[in-house]
Structure formats: C-alpha cells, structure tokens
C-alpha cells in the first residue's frame, strides 16, 4: 500500500472511530488500531491527534466538494445543477460512512478553528446554491432541508425510515426543477 493510500486509510479509520465510540474515544492508539497500523506509523502520518483531526476535515470534505463538482460539471440539465449536486452528496454520505460528518464532528468538538476552511468552502457553495438557475430562496430552502436530513441522521433525531426517506430526498430533486 502506498503512503497516500495508507494516509486516507488512517483517515477513514479515524472516521470509523469516531462514527462507532464517539469523539472522545478518539485517540492515536484507537485509529491506529482500527487502522491496522503501529501507532508510530500513524505518527509518521500524523505527528498529533490534532494533525489528524484538521486532515479529516480537510481531506474528507475536499472529496465532498470534488464530488459535487463532477455531479455539477456532469449535469445534463443547467437549472437546479448545483441543488441536485448537494443533495446527491449529502445523500450519500449518510447512506456511506458518513466521513464527513464524523470529520466535522471531531473537528466540532475538539478544535472548532480547524472548521475555518470547510466554513469559508461552503460560503462559497451557498453563493454557487443562490445563483443555481431557480429561484434563490428555493434552492436555499432546498440546501437547508438537505443539511437537516444530515444532521439528522448524524445525531439519530428523528430518524426517517427509507420509504420515506426516498421519498423526501425525491422530493427536493423536484424543487430543482
């Protein structure tokens, strides 16, 4: 395996962490664990927990926005492209692993400044939402029931069941159109 690969699977690690024990359990000995690796390979990584947690967050959201930007780029229909972009997303990460959320979570709770970036990406994906082809307070309204069904299901609070889940994410690709 090479050393990116070993860099994301220690990562992802971190996440699964994070998803199943909760943010303080998250430690160098428990990723490195879960990971498979000594934890003197995890430091060759990361020098610090904190190290860890800021490449989470960066490197688990960037593969966010680099989704959404190929499900933009690769659009058919203009109006509406980034909402159904986001929404696909969001979507899949919490089918997935939710990466990202235990990322954000970590980053939460542990140093929320390591959040500046993501906050600085998404003020631009707000602006790239407004100027979607459809009405702004649409596609907001949109986003906003989109980052809801997230934060969702990433703390358990009203939980939908699939049917209707499909139904709801169905639901707000047609107010894209």
Avoid at 85 to 104: F, H
Wanted: proline share 2%.
């Amino acid at each position: 395996m090479n050393s990116n690969s070993k860099r994301k699977s220690i990562l992802l690690a971190a996440s699964l962490v994070v998803k199943n024990n909760g943010v303080e359990k998250l430690t160098l000995e428990a990723v490195a664990r879960e990971a498979g690796v000594s934890k003197g390979g995890l430091l060759h990584h990361f020098p610090n927990k904190e190290a860890l947690i800021k490449s989470m967050v960066e490197e688990l959201t960037n593969d966010f926005f680099i989704n959404v930007e190929e499900k933009v780029t690769s659009a058919s229909v203009e109006a509406g492209k980034f909402s159904r972009a986001y929404i696909a997303c969001v979507d899949n990460d919490t089918k997935g692993g939710k990466e990202m959320s235990t990322a954000l979570n970590a980053a939460l709770f542990t140093n929320p400044t390591i959040l500046k970036k993501f906050q600085e990406d998404f003020s631009v994906w707000q602006k790239n939402i407004e100027n979607d082809g459809i009405d702004p307070v649409r596609s907001t309204i949109i986003r906003l029931a989109a980052d809801g069904l997230w934060f969702s299901e990433m703390y358990g609070l009203g939980v939908l069941d699939d049917e209707l889940r499909t139904k709801v994410i169905q639901e707000m690709i047609n107010m894209t159109k």
